[in-house]
Nanobody, 117 residues
Framework: QVQLVESGGGLVQPGGSLTLSCAASGSIFSLWTVGWYRQAPGKRREMVARISGGGETKYSDSAKGRFTVSRINAKNVASLEMNNLTPADTAVYFC???????????WGQGTQVTVSS
C-alpha cells in the first residue's frame, strides 16, 4: 500500500509559478513511477508529468518547457514545479503511484490549482 498526500495548490496569477508536493508513505516508494495528473471541470483527467523511480521523466505537450517533475526517494517525496501558468492550467492536480507503463494504482486526494487574475 502507498498513501499519497498532495500539497501546495492555491490561487496564482497568470504567468506565475507554483510548486506542488506529494508526500508518500508505505512501502517501496522508490520502485513506483510517480505521476501528476489534473482534471478540470467537465474534462477528463489527463497526465501532466511522470517520473520513474530511476528519474526518467515524461511530460504532456502542454507541460513541456513549463513544468518540472522531480523526486527524492530517500524522503518519499515528489514535486511538480509549474511556471508560466495560464488559466488553462486551472484544475485539481493529483499525485499518483504505479508502474511506468499502465494506469496508476494509487492516488492522492488532489489539490486545487486556480490561475486567475
Amino acid at each position: 500500500q502507498v498513501q499519497l498526500v498532495e500539497s501546495g495548490g492555491g490561487l496564482v496569477q497568470p504567468g506565475g509559478s507554483l510548486t506542488l508536493s506529494c508526500a508518500a508513505s508505505g512501502s517501496i516508494f522508490s520502485l513506483w513511477t510517480v505521476g501528476w495528473y489534473r482534471q478540470a471541470p467537465g474534462k477528463r483527467r489527463e497526465m501532466v508529468a511522470r517520473i520513474s523511480g530511476g528519474g526518467e521523466t515524461k511530460y504532456s505537450d502542454s507541460a513541456k518547457g513549463r513544468f518540472t517533475v522531480s523526486r527524492i526517494n530517500a524522503k518519499n517525496v515528489a514535486s511538480l514545479e509549474m511556471n508560466n501558468l495560464t488559466p488553462a492550467d486551472t484544475a485539481v492536480y493529483f499525485c499518483s503511484a504505479g508502474p511506468w507503463s499502465g494506469d496508476p494504482i494509487y492516488w492522492g486526494q488532489g489539490t486545487q490549482v486556480t490561475v486567475s487574475s
